[in-house]
């Protein structure tokens, strides 16, 4: 007679609400990832699709996504008030989020740029919100896998859109301005023509059309950007989501045939690196290089060993860095000359409104007074922490930063010594994130933002679960 088979205990394969809650708010952050990738401060310019294609390939308004967030975030609430949840880490770091917005809110009330501080105040609510749902609903190990599902489904998409727009899509599109260019434009329909002058690809200048210079120089350069604003945003998605990526790929495909891990494995690295590389982010390679070299110090190798593929990754990745940028920086390094003029402004700003600063999202205003007259016009600081000190005032830019740096500080502490890798590719990718807040705005992209707090969130509630059988380091 054959032995029956071990009864299965119901809690390793009850699939609970806050899983499904997960797995649904993936998918949401997903879907932010492919159509809510532009700063929330350019929503007033983002049309509504008129048809079903602008509604398939184009970026949607940006309030639509804070639409579904409030309804998500009223599932989430009823679902954290009948689990309920112990807060896991010190009060400060619900304490300090609170204050922080708190006086966001205050400051929209002293500035006179109500439409931009009332989407800004969106935003930020939608990151609270975020945060929270992770470390109350979505915290623990299979809620946080089916988050996962989702989102790095879109992740991928994104990546494969960068690549698309770097083999095929620019090198098609120059070519198709060129020639039209070439032949007086009769090649197209009189609507497609002013379409792209009313998008100022095509300029009239010495009574002639021609095809905008700017708009040429740019696909020469074929820096992609997957479906978010700008290049240097991809790169933020990529530290962000790859460590990750990799660790489930990993995970998930190690027990197949040796040809089916390496594959699946490659395409993994491929894309992310490849994304990378082609954004042109100059800070994102070198973020990188630091987040790779933080991720070998954890291995628990030979130190000499340890050492010697640090120094050989940092190496190899510096002169990939040089060979890569040579041209960049011949040129004199331009957009690091323009971020420093941003924060000097930034800096006037604080001194002349330390209290309520400008507002929320009102940067652009203060700086066309402020800018010198050779300058670029820029509409956000370049340096997420820089702004909240800018647009609210000395206490939002302190209580900011001190709960960003707590929170990392916590989940850092925790996740080294459990020492599970899928918490840790989390962590790096958080790490990577905030030190690239430094130098970019991506606070104020929901399909950054939101995912970053939402993932902040859960790994501060998975790493405070100490019953996790720790994973042992390679």
């Not at 009060?91 to 439409?115: D, G, I, M, N, T």
């Amino acid at each position: 007679m054959k032995k029956p088979p071990a009864p299965t205990h119901p809690a390793a394969t009850r699939i609970t609400a806050a899983a499904i809650f997960a797995a649904a708010f993936g998918l949401f952050l997903g879907l932010t990832v492919v159509k809510f990738g532009n700063p929330v401060i350019l929503d007033q310019i983002i049309d509504t699709p008129a048809s079903t294609s602008d509604f398939l390939h184009n970026a949607w308004p940006l309030h639509w996504a804070n639409w579904l967030l409030a309804v998500l975030a009223v599932i989430g609430a009823v679902l954290a008030v009948a689990k309920k949840p112990r807060w896991p880490g010190s009060r400060w770091l619900w304490v300090l989020p609170l204050v922080w917005f708190a006086w966001q809110v205050l400051s929209s009330a002293q500035s006179p740029y109500h439409k931009l501080t009332s989407v800004t105040l969106w935003q930020f609510a939608g990151c609270l919100a975020c945060y929270f749902l992770g470390a109350l609903v979505m915290a623990g190990g299979r809620s946080s896998r089916f988050l996962m599902a989702g989102l790095l489904a879109a992740f991928a998409f994104c990546l494969i859109r960068a690549v698309d727009q770097r083999l095929f899509e620019f090198p098609s599109e120059r070519q198709f301005l060129v020639e039209s260019q070439r032949l007086g434009w009769t090649n197209m329909p009189p609507d497609m023509f002013q379409q792209l002058q009313h998008e100022n690809i095509i300029i009239h200048t010495n009574d002639v059309d021609i095809a905008n210079p700017v708009i040429i120089a740019k696909y020469d350069k074929a820096r992609v950007h997957g479906t978010l604003v700008y290049p240097n945003a991809l790169a933020g998605i990529v530290l962000l989501l790859l460590p990750v990526a990799i660790v489930l790929v990993w995970q998930g495909t190690r027990h197949l045939r040796r040809a089916t891990w390496l594959a699946a494995m490659g395409l993994t690295v491929f894309l992310g690196l490849a994304g990378l590389f082609w954004s042109g982010s100059k800070s994102g390679w070198l973020i990188a290089l630091a987040i790779g070299a933080f991720w070998l110090c954890r291995l628990n190798w030979a130190r000499r060993l340890k050492w010697l593929v640090v120094l050989t990754l940092v190496a190899g990745g510096l002169i990939v860095f040089g060979l890569r940028f040579q041209t960049y920086f011949a040129k004199g390094a331009t957009s690091v000359g323009a971020r420093f003029d941003y924060w000097h402004a930034a800096g006037r700003v604080v001194a002349e409104h330390p209290v309520f600063g400008t507002g929320p999202g009102t940067f652009q205003r203060p700086y066309a007074l402020l800018k010198r007259p050779e300058s670029e016009m820029a509409r956000l600081v370049h340096n997420d922490y820089l702004e909240q000190f800018s647009d609210s005032g000395v206490l939002g830019g302190l209580a900011y930063a001190a709960w960003i740096g707590l929170l990392l500080w916590t989940i850092g502490r925790r996740v080294w010594t459990l020492g599970d890798w899928f918490q840790f590719a989390i962590l790096a990718g958080l790490l990577g994130w905030f030190i690239q807040g430094f130098i970019e705005f991506s606070l104020f992209v929901p399909a950054l933002a939101w995912t970053a707090f939402t993932l902040s969130g859960c790994l501060l509630g998975a790493s405070a679960n100490r019953v996790d059988k720790p994973i042992p380091a390679v």
